[in-house]
Antibody
Framework: EVQLLESGGGMVQPGGSLRLSCAAS????????MNWVRQAPGKGLEWISG????????YYADSVKGRFTISRDTSKNTLYLQMNSLRAEDTALYYC????????????WGQGTLVTVSS | DIQMTQSPSSVSASVGDTVTISCRAS??????LAWYQQKPGKAPKVLIY???SLQSGVPSRFSGSGYGTDFTLTISSLQPEDVATYYC?????????FGGGTKVEIK
């Protein structure tokens, strides 16, 4: 069974940093692209970053480009999101999402980890 | 960026009705469109990928169609457990983008 378990969320002051992790199991991790998608309270879904199977291709939404960095460690079957220069508008539930087959469509989501940026 | 516009933003229908949700892309995305269902307090779940392929385990009352810029999600014979918000997403170009969502309720 595919499982994605996010961790690392919490409350942080504006300008601070957090690193999110997503532990993957139940599938061959390095065969699939991975994504981070967030959802602000009461709002819709926003894709923020993706990484290809090799880890050499990374992609970002404009809203986080230059502040967030996605990475993956195939030896640990773990996806990461390093978040710097956090802003109040980054407050959201952050989901780890597995790509479907060889595409960027998502076929499995974690349960999310909540990030709150507030002074 | 490709803008995804969903309509309606909400719909209320009776059990057994057919519900149709539209998603329009601001430029052509061939068939790179997925539909997701999100129930309150839960993570999203994929229903349809590449515009019309039904994800394993999803009831056959869900179907998708379309190509290029215009897509449709159809729920035939709406069930109480279908109460949720539905999102489309394009994966033809980065940044990947979602529609604003359609909330489906039972009348």
């Amino acid at each position: 069974e595919v499982q994605l378990l996010e961790s690392g969320g919490g409350m942080v002051q504006p300008g601070g940093s957090l690193r999110l992790s997503c532990a993957a199991s139940g599938f061959t991790f390095d065969n699939y692209a991975m994504n981070w998608v967030r959802q602000a309270p009461g709002k819709g879904l926003e894709w923020i970053s993706g990484i290809n199977r090799s880890g050499r291709g990374t992609y970002y939404a404009d809203s986080v480009k230059g502040r967030f960095t996605i990475s993956r460690d195939t030896s640990k079957n773990t996806l990461y999101l390093q978040m710097n220069s956090l802003r109040a508008e980054d407050t959201a539930l952050y989901y780890c999402a597995k790509g479907l087959s060889s595409s960027w469509q998502v076929d499995c989501w974690g349960q999310g980890t909540l990030v709150t940026v507030s002074s | 960026d490709i803008q995804m516009t969903q309509s309606p933003s909400s719909v209320s229908a009776s059990v057994g009705d057919t519900v149709t949700i539209s998603c329009r892309a601001s430029q052509g995305i061939t068939s790179w469109l997925a539909w997701y269902q999100q129930k309150p307090g839960k993570a999203p779940k994929v229903l349809i990928y590449t515009a019309s392929s039904l994800q394993s385990g999803v009831p056959s009352r869900f179907s998708g169609s379309g190509y290029g810029t215009d897509f449709t999600l159809t729920i035939s014979s709406l069930q109480p457990e279908d109460v949720a918000t539905y999102y489309c997403q394009q994966s033809n170009n980065f940044p990947l983008t979602f529609g604003g969502g359609t909330k489906v309720e039972i009348k």
